[in-house]
């Protein structure tokens, strides 16, 4: 058991005990680590909530023997989930000799930067699909960036950049430190850790099993695994979180697996890893996920994190409850599996028990003939939070509805069925008339709230014309 | 030598490496504190008593500071001193600073504020426009103009629609929150490095604050991480608390605001609603044109009349009107002060005219298209603004022909009704819509400019301005102005921060006239320093007496190097001249100075010549919506814009592309609430929505016009850019527009307003809808509307009149 967090840092490994630090406690984010330091003036902060990507860094990782890279906004990151990676800033993209980048030469040449404020983030960023893309489409530069907001330049010339850079086979003065950063996050213990300072104990446990008797010891300890959003309550609460356990070094918690009927994800994959193995069996899931957040948020977000929060608008749910996945628990008094249906009881309330962790999720595949969508309504097409989401699953008897499952986000105080619509469907054919009935329905289980991100009358006509989007998607227009 | 056209942004790579510096990055001294404000809490509240003994007491807080320690004035008003620094007995918005702490971490500060204890007593809030019509709550006199006989001429009229329009507001969302550092000096002297787009400003308002003269406040503004009009008032602000403490502490204190507290506290664009009446003939020519503004001020002036203003002289756009009466109003209500944002009222006046014009081609059947044409400012007649300015160098013609066509408008508009005919539940708009924009600052004296350039002995050049860098470019062109009228290569010339104790006495870096007026000043130090120079290698070359003369206007400097055009074996170095001209007592720095000429503007008549010259652009646009939710795509948009002869095609198009893209935000996604006790409801990123990657247009064509000198005398001909292509997104609002409209098959006018939000456009469906059972064909406000001509379709005839 180890105290201290070590990771590479400017072609170092730095160790940091939080015992002996005055200025950094464990929950204090990488972004205002390194923005104490003169040399990393560099990384910005826009937001400090994951929006903006000014504070974006990249993250190098040992992955089955190859170093990965992934952007992600350190605005969220708690120093201890950096243990045993190599942090990359902006400052570290040229070379030695003082040569830019690729991704920093075509930004110059293309004025990529106006004020020039967004762009060490934007950088990042590129450098990270740098690594990952070689000749990259447009679609997925979009992607990439869409975490990143400029208010200056239009975009275009940025992408502009991007698709010129990319075209070095992913190869760049990096590839030539490779094994010297494999030596060294090699030598980095995986032991577990656990931070105890004046007012704060931060637990990163390395298995399951001891994730699992923390959280009997400290059931009110907050779970984390990405943390993008539990980081907030930090970051723009400014609470002082008092016990914490950090699931990112839990390595059981990031395994898929599939059988013929169905996949178990593990709470601690990152939704982006989980996007090419839900492609082909769980399409809507993998619609959703394609525009959950922003590509930096999904490095680090989870299932584990989305079922944990259990928000009325967290994106997965509607669509989970329509698969008819099943939540696995774990505790000492050993593993259960919960259906969707039965998982969320209130207002952000769960039946999960305080000493339970969330390990898995288990999603069964669609028997022949089904039909699902999902869908997101939100004021912004990318990286916003669901004005209201919905899943809808059918499945029909010639025209006729054998079952039906209407899954509605956003539209209560929690995840919830459109129960009235549903029964009314049952047994009728599924034709515009009837649909046009069951829409005037939705009113009967949902009375929506107006805030910030649209009016209840607004929620109340969408939901229903989702209703018949879905008819016109799965039949057409007549 | 590169003094070409595209050399990039001049700290392109300062930006790419990170080592470019913003108010947060300067490195300090370990004395450093950080500044807290505390603000208001009720929209209107008196405050009947406040402590802050126990909050001092807090480990490492060193100042808490209320307005009885400001030694200087309580005011901070940038034109009317309406504007407390901090609030005395009563606050009128949440997020009104009240107090101030320093301390040495963020820790502490949060930790002193929560010990502040405040009584308040609520008061009634006013917090929309139609409760302060109601309570007649105005921040000044109503202004009017006029042209003409608009009443009469509205009976006269053949048709006649009316309504009202809701425009938004917009938060500024520079991604550098404001920022201050302010480091004491020696005695009373203070150096204040902000990020102010106004730093003469900043420099008397800190002054005036601390009760001390201006030569003792330095301000420094190296570049801004954004400011857009954000920062040209409401910069002050952080700026006089930082400089309160900093006084207080006698330590550097720095404040850089937090985003939700940036976007709670500082004053946004105007919202508006507007009432409009317009009177046209069968063929959409207007006759008579009646618009009454309304702006939501905030509880304060700051900028709001000359907003105002600027939104009356654009209420034409590029139309005219012959019988015209604008009248304007501008409402206090209990939020933050509204001020500058890009495009500076123009934006809501715009709106009105191209929402007129719209409806005037549904009301006839007629591709607005059409009726814009026919509306445009005449080349040699029709030709003069409401306001009694020509419209000189017309490019609408030019423009319009080459972009309807280079966008394939007319078959392109065929195909949408045939996509509009065959689709049920997506509906597809377009829209063409022009930029008029007036250049000047409208307040006549503020068109000038200062500089100073010095030149050092090893041929190097330094060169100070009044503007400010924001991202927009200005230094770049000042360094490319600056080697060619040297004719010496880039690298030898570097521009400075701003600071006030260079170029005193400077506007704004606002009214996109930054180029244009420092670009001048730039120029004229440099002519007073060439003079001086040709004059000396003159004498040298005239010296040995058996030589012809060389006479001083024959001197060139090219190259790097300077030489008799008439004798080009006399020719020295750049550098080895310099050398020389410090030997021989030359001096090689000046001063420069610029004014605009042959503007002039009476304000109380509302007439005269504001603008120096008109800046012309037009966009069209494709969407696609979803009838179902309301979500919109921007399938293309093509900008052909006017800037004159381009100093610099990249930073130019960067203008063009980033105010666009912006211009589309206001127009769609941004959207600011407020609650019913005057809370911001959208203060975060989480829930106000700036467009992303994925929101500019899938298919983007954009051109700077080519071979079109700018025919006044600005610098290199070139023409202002930075608000003009702001306003090009209502080609976007009303492209959405045009697809809603295409639900009722464009009989019925739809509901709409500003910003089109998936909401709007939703619920605007739905009503139109409900009405594809109501008998009338077209439904006007008003009963004389005669029934349109069914024979017309919607195509546009394209007239190809010759431009200039
Ligand atoms: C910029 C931004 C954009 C976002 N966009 C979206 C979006 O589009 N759609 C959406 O739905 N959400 C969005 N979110 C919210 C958030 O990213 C998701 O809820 C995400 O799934 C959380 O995962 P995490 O691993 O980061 O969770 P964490 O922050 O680590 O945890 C979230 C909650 O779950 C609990 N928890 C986590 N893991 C476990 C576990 N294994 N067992 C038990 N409890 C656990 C935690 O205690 C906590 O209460 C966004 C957030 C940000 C900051
Ligand atoms: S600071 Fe905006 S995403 Fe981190
Ligand atoms: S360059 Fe200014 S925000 Fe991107």
Redesign the interface.
């Known amino acids: 058991m180890r105290s201290t967090i070590s990771f590479i840092l400017d072609g170092k490994i730095v160790d940091l005990d939080f015992k002996n630090s005055k200025q950094f406690s464990p929950t204090s984010t990488a972004l205002n680590y390194l923005?104490s330091f003169?040399a990393h003036?560099?990384?910005?902060?826009?937001?400090?909530?994951g929006?903006?990507g000014?504070c974006t860094v990249v993250l190098a990782e040992l992955v089955d023997n190859k170093i990965t890279f992934r952007a992600v906004d350190s605005c969220l990151i708690f120093l201890p989930m950096i243990h045993g990676k190599q942090l990359i800033?902006?400052?570290n993209?040229?070379t030695p000799e003082g040569i830019?980048h690729p991704?920093?030469q075509s930004?110059?040449?293309?004025?990529?930067?106006?004020?020039?404020?967004?762009?060490?983030g934007i950088?990042m960023t590129m450098f990270a699909f740098y690594k990952n893309y070689d000749k990259p489409s447009r679609e997925q530069?979009?992607d990439a960036?869409?975490g990143?907001?400029?208010?200056?330049?239009?975009?275009?010339?940025?992408?502009e950049a991007a698709a010129k850079s990319c075209v070095h086979n992913c190869v760049d003065h990096f590839t030539n430190d490779e094994s010297k950063i494999i030596k060294f996050l090699k030598s980095i213990s995986k032991e577990s850790i656990h931070i105890q300072t004046d007012n704060q104990k931060y637990f990163r446990p390395a298995s399951l099993g001891e994730a699992i008797s923390l959280k009997h010891q400290h059931p009110e300890a907050i779970i984390i695994s990405g943390a993008t959003d539990i980081a907030l309550r930090v970051t723009?609460n400014?609470e002082l979180l008092k016990e914490i356990i950090d699931l990112s070094g839990v390595e059981e918690l990031k395994v898929i697996t599939q059988t013929d009927s169905s996949i178990e994800i593990g709470a601690g994959v990152s939704l982006n890893d989980i996007l090419l193995p839900i492609e082909k069996d769980f399409p809507a899931l993998h619609e959703m996920l394609k525009i959950f957040g922003s590509h930096q948020i999904r490095n680090l977000a989870t299932l584990g994190g989305n079922l944990g929060s259990a928000s009325p608008i967290g994106d997965t749910l509607p669509i989970l409850m329509a698969y008819n996945a099943g939540v696995v628990l774990e505790s000492l008094n050993g593993r259960r599996v919960i259906p969707l249906n039965d998982y969320i009881i209130g207002y952000r309330k769960t039946v999960r028990k305080p000493d339970e962790l969330i390990t898995s999720i288990i999603i069964p595949k669609l028997t022949n003939g089904s039909i699902i969508k999902s869908?997101k309504?939100?004021?912004?097409?990318?990286?916003?939070?669901s004005?209201l989401s919905a899943c809808f699953r059918i499945d029909l008897d010639g025209s006729m509805v054998k079952s039906i499952i209407l899954a509605y986000g956003g539209m209560a105080e929690r995840t919830k069925r459109a129960f009235t619509a549903e029964q009314f469907l049952l047994g009728k054919q599924w034709e515009r008339k009837i649909i046009e009935k069951a829409m005037t329905l939705i009113e009967k289980d949902f009375t929506p709230i107006s805030?910030?991100?649209?009016?209840a009358?607004?929620r109340l006509?969408?939901a229903q014309?989702?209703l018949?989007?879905f008819l016109?998607e799965t039949k057409g227009?007549n | 030598m590169k003094t070409e056209n595209q050399i990039?942004?001049d700290?392109?790579?300062?930006?790419?490496?990170?080592?470019?510096?913003?108010i947060?990055?300067i490195?300090v001294n370990d004395q450093l504190l950080i500044g807290k404000v505390v603000y208001s809490r009720y929209a209107h509240a008196k405050i009947k008593s406040f402590d802050l003994s126990e909050a001092k007491k807090v480990n490492g807080v060193y100042a808490v500071l209320c307005y009885k320690d400001i030694p200087g004035h309580n005011q901070m008003g940038p034109v009317i001193k309406d504007e407390s620094v901090l609030a005395e007995n009563e606050v009128t918005f949440i997020g009104q600073a009240m107090f101030l702490i320093a301390a040495e971490t963020e820790?502490q500060c949060?930790e002193a504020e929560k010990l502040i204890k405040i009584e308040y007593e609520p008061l009634d809030a006013i917090l929309t426009i139609e409760k302060a019509i109601e309570k007649n709550n105005l921040l000044g006199p109503p202004r009017e103009m006029k042209r003409g006989d608009a009443d009469s001429a509205l009976k006269s009229s053949k048709h006649i629609i009316s309504g009202e329009l809701r425009t938004g507001a917009q938060e500024?969302?520079?991604?550098?929150?404001q920022a201050c550092l302010s480091v004491p000096g020696e005695g009373k002297e203070i150096n204040v490095f902000s990020s102010s787009q106004h730093p003469s400003e900043t420099q008397a308002l800190v002054a005036e604050v601390l009760g001390i003269k201006k030569h003792e406040v330095v301000v420094e503004v190296k570049?801004?991480?954004?400011?857009?009009g954000g920062k040209e008032t409401q910069a002050n602000h952080v700026a006089c608390w930082s400089a309160l403490l900093c006084h207080a502490t006698k330590r550097p204190v720095k404040i850089r605001l937090?985003?939700?507290d940036d976007m709670i506290m500082t004053g946004k664009r105007h919202r508006y609603l507007t009432k409009y009446e317009a009177g046209f003939d069968d063929d959409g020519l207007i006759n008579a044109v009646k618009l009454e503004f309304n702006s939501d001020g905030g509880a304060a002036t700051d900028l709001s009349f000359a907003i105002m203003e600027r939104t009356m002289l654009h209420a034409d756009n590029s139309y005219y009107i012959p019988n015209m009466s604008v009248k304007a109003l501008v409402w206090k209500t209990n939020l933050p002060s509204n001020t500058a944002f890009r495009g500076f009222g123009g934006p809501q006046g715009m709106a009105a005219i191209e929402t007129i014009i719209d409806k005037i081609g549904r009301a006839l059947k007629k591709d607005p298209a059409e009726i814009r044409h026919k509306n445009f400012y005449g080349l040699n007649d029709r030709n003069i603004t409401h306001y009694g300015q020509t419209v000189e160098h017309n490019r609408l013609y030019l423009i319009y022909d080459q972009i309807i066509k280079s966008s394939e408008y007319e078959k392109r508009r065929k195909e949408i009704n045939d996509f509009n005919i065959k689709n049920?539940?997506f509906k597809k708009g377009i829209a063409v819509t022009p930029v008029k924009f007036g250049i000047s600052f409208t307040t006549t004296f503020l068109n000038q400019a200062g500089a100073l350039v010095n030149v050092y002995t090893d041929g190097t050049i330094l060169v100070n301005h009044g503007g400010t860098e924001?991202?927009?470019?200005l230094n770049t062109k000042m360094q490319q102005i600056a080697a060619a009228e040297f004719g010496v290569s880039i690298d030898r010339v570097k521009v400075n921060a701003t600071n006030t104790s260079k170029v005193p006495n400077t506007s704004a870096t606002a009214a996109s006239s930054g180029s244009d007026l420092n670009g001048m000043a730039v120029k004229n130090a440099i002519d007073i320093i060439k003079e001086r120079i040709s004059k000396e290698l003159a004498q040298i070359w005239t010296q040995q007496p058996s030589n012809p003369p060389t006479l001083q206007q024959s001197i060139l400097f090219k190259e790097d190097y300077i030489f008799d055009s008439d004798h080009p074996e006399r020719k020295i170095s750049f550098s080895d001249a310099m050398l020389q001209m410090n030997l021989r007592q030359v001096s090689l720095s000046a001063a420069g100075f610029y004014k605009t000429p042959t503007v002039g503007w009476d304000k109380i008549k509302g007439q005269g010549k504001p603008f120096f010259y008109y800046s012309f652009g037009m966009a069209v646009s494709e969407v696609m919506i979803d009838i179902?939710?309301?979500?919109y795509t921007l399938l293309r948009t093509d900008i052909l814009q006017d800037v004159g002869d381009s100093i610099n095609s990249?930073?130019d198009?960067?203008q063009v592309?980033?105010?666009?893209?912006?211009g589309i935000g206001w127009c769609t996604?941004e959207?600011i609430?407020w609650d019913a006790k005057g809370n911001l409801?959208?203060h975060?990123?989480?829930?106000y929505?700036?467009?992303?990657?994925?929101?500019?247009p899938k298919d983007?064509r954009?051109k700077l016009m080519e071979g079109v000198p700018n025919p006044v005398g600005t610098i290199r001909r070139s023409k202002a850019i930075g608000e003009p292509p702001f306003m090009l997104a209502l080609s976007v609002w009303l492209a959405i527009k045009d697809a809603i409209s295409a639900v009722g098959n464009h009989k019925f006018e739809p509901e709409f307003s500003l910003p089109a939000?998936?909401?709007t456009i939703?619920?605007s469906i739905?009503k139109l809808k409900g009405k594809f059972h109501s008998p009338t064909l077209y439904e006007s406000t008003d009963s004389k509307s005669r029934r349109p001509n069914p024979s017309k379709g919607g195509e546009s005839e394209v007239s190809s009149r010759e431009g200039i």
């Open positions: 923005r003169p003036k560099g990384v910005k902060e826009g937001c400090a909530e929006d903006c000014a800033t902006v400052e993209l040229k830019l991704v920093q930004m110059v040449d293309l004025y990529g930067s106006q004020c020039g404020f967004c762009t060490p950088i530069i979009d960036l869409t990143n907001l400029c208010r200056c330049t239009g975009y275009r010339p940025i992408v723009k400014h869908y309504v939100s004021k912004r097409k990318d990286l916003d939070i004005t805030d910030a991100r649209g009016s009358e607004f006509k969408a014309n989702l018949l989007k016109i227009t | 990039p942004h700290s392109a790579v300062g930006h790419v490496t990170g080592e470019a510096i913003y947060d990055d490195p820790e949060r500024h969302w520079y991604l550098e929150t570049r801004m991480g954004g400011g857009f937090f985003r939700d049920e539940f924001m991202g927009q470019g179902l939710t309301g979500q990249g930073i198009m960067g592309e980033g105010g666009f893209v912006q996604t959207e609430k409801m959208n975060s990123p989480d829930t929505k700036i467009p992303t990657v994925q929101d500019i983007f954009v939000t998936n909401e939703l619920l739905e």
